[in-house]
């Protein structure tokens, strides 16, 4: 959180969101992982680590029994992503929640 803050501009702030999204989620504090993971998507929408921030949003909330925001984010990120790794695991996890 500090270093965005010291430093707004910084190419890596995507990165830096990204795994401080990463880090809430490992704590269990998902509703703040979610935000993190939209501020990088927000800021940065053609960033490579887009489709696993939409993915990670998707776990998140799955864990928070939001199974109905969860499928929204997993059809939008098929559709925006689907030549990704993340594309993917979501069309997967899409079968499987049918």
């Given at each position: 959180g500090q270093f965005i803050q010291k430093y707004?501009?910084?190419g890596y702030v995507p990165v830096?969101?990204?795994w401080q999204g990463?880090?809430?989620?490992?704590?269990?504090?998902?509703?703040?992982?979610?935000?993190?993971?939209q501020r990088l998507i927000a800021r940065t929408p053609g960033h490579p680590r887009v489709p696993e921030a939409?993915?990670?949003?998707a776990n998140c909330q799955?864990?928070?029994k939001?199974?109905?925001?969860?499928?929204?984010?997993?059809?939008?990120l098929v559709k925006a992503h689907p030549d990704t790794?993340?594309?993917a695991t979501a069309k997967d996890r899409l079968a499987r929640m049918k």
């Open positions: 707004p501009s910084s830096a969101l990204y990463n880090a809430y989620y490992a704590g269990r504090n998902y509703k703040e992982a979610i935000a993190s993971y939409k993915l990670a949003i799955l864990e928070l939001d199974s109905r925001a969860a499928k929204a984010t997993l059809q939008d790794e993340a594309g």
